[in-house]
């Protein structure tokens, strides 16, 4: 071919970028976003969840093994400093809070449910007309201080 065959020709990247520039300058972000969230639940209920968690763990592994571990250091640094400037510094202290509130409470229903579990087998043994379970006593003089 000829310079003048591939005069005013493009690559399929050139062209690509310029088409959707001009779907961009036409239809407007949004348009993107939507068709994005779309695409995004089509593939979600074609092949699940786990799918995304995969290909995330490689393309954190990867990015990982290309930067280092340092640039997820320097990233979070960023995105904490952008939050405590848009949200400003209390923020941090509220969602600690309630953290810390989430927390209890989560610690609080494994000891009722632990209780309900240890009672359970003692209702049942009292029912059937057996001695309650006692949990056996130390020796005298073992576990005190003396």
Request: glycine letters at 18%; aromatic letters at 6%.
């Amino acid at each position: 071919m000829s310079d003048k065959d591939n005069k005013g020709s493009m690559t399929v990247a050139e062209a690509g970028r310029k088409g959707g520039e001009t779907v961009r300058n036409e239809r407007g972000r949004e348009f993107y976003e939507t068709i994005g969230r779309k695409g995004g639940a089509t593939v979600k209920a074609e092949r699940g969840r786990s799918f995304y968690e995969e290909i995330g763990r490689k393309g954190g592994e990867t990015v990982k093994a290309e930067r280092g571990a340092k640039f997820y250091e320097e990233i979070g640094k960023k995105g904490g400093d952008r939050v405590k400037a848009t949200r400003g510094p209390n923020f941090y202290e509220e969602i600690g809070r309630k953290g810390g509130q989430k927390v209890k409470k989560l610690i609080e229903e494994g000891k009722r449910a632990a209780r309900a579990a240890m009672a359970a087998p003692a209702a049942e043994g009292a029912e059937e007309g057996a001695a309650p379970a006692v949990p056996p006593s130390e020796p005298a003089g073992q576990g005190q201080n003396e």
